[in-house]
């Protein structure tokens, strides 16, 4: 089945320090891959995509991610966090023949210390 | 260029009832897709139209039901409301049936049922 997996639920980091959120999927088609980023009760707000090309995609606000297709990882980085990044991110794939639905993780909580 | 836009915010039902959400998608978008979104989890796919017609289906009963119009506005209708129905309703529209096509989600609305 498919599936996207996030192991850590809650990640607290000290201002200006870097940052790694875990990505695994289970699919069997070659993937889409995003990370999208949740404020408190607001939507999503798209982070970056991965269709194909470069496995190093640079999204907004200074985030990257990198597609490594032997471990069927997608991991978000930041090399220096900021107080405002403290939010719920969410990454997500899709393919062709999902009939273009996206299969979200559970999320990684975000929190930043000053 | 104006964004997803739903409406209305929040909402508060009784078990039992029946409740319209709507959404307006992305200028340029033809295609809407619905999300829900409990408490602590991530976004489950719903269904998605593409040009006024069901594209897809996730794992949700008959009585979560939608509408596309013309305008390529959408509507998500839920029937005999429950308990566990109560959760942040996500619309997400894209230009295109998709992936690669990129899907930007509304704020949201959040249903109660009580």
């Known amino acids: ?114 | 260029e104006t964004g997803v836009t739903q409406s209305p915010t929040h909402l508060i039902k009784t078990r039992g009832q029946q409740v319209t959400l709507r959404c307006s998608s992305q200028s340029g978008h033809n295609t809407v897709s619905w999300y829900q979104q409990a408490l602590g989890q991530g976004p489950q796919f719903i269904f998605q139209y593409y040009r006024e017609e069901e594209n897809g289906r996730g794992n949700f009963p008959p009585r979560f039901s939608g509408l596309q119009f013309p305008n390529y506005s959408s509507e998500l209708n839920v029937n005999a409301l429950e308990l566990d129905d109560s959760a942040l309703y996500l619309c997400a529209s894209s230009e295109d049936r998709g992936p690669p096509d990129t899907q930007y989600f509304g704020p949201g609305t959040r249903l109660t049922v009580l």
């Not at chain 1, 997996?5 to 891959?33: F, K, M, W």
């Not at chain 1, 707000?45 to 069927?72: N, P």
């Open chain 1, 1 to 114: 089945a498919q599936s996207v997996t996030q192991p850590d639920i809650h990640i607290t980091v000290s201002e200006g320090a870097s940052l790694e959120l875990r990505c695994n999927y289970s699919y069997g088609a070659t993937p889409y891959l995003f990370w999208y980023v949740q404020s408190p009760g607001q939507g999503l707000q798209l982070l970056l995509k991965y269709f194909s090309g470069d496995t190093l995609v640079q999204g907004i606000k200074g985030f990257e991610a990198e597609f490594k297709r032997s471990q069927s990882s997608f991991n978000l980085r930041k090399p220096s966090v900021h107080w405002s990044d403290a939010a719920e991110y969410f990454c997500a794939v899709g393919d062709k023949g999902s009939q273009g639905n996206l299969i979200f993780g559970k999320g990684t909580k975000l929190s930043v210390k000053p």
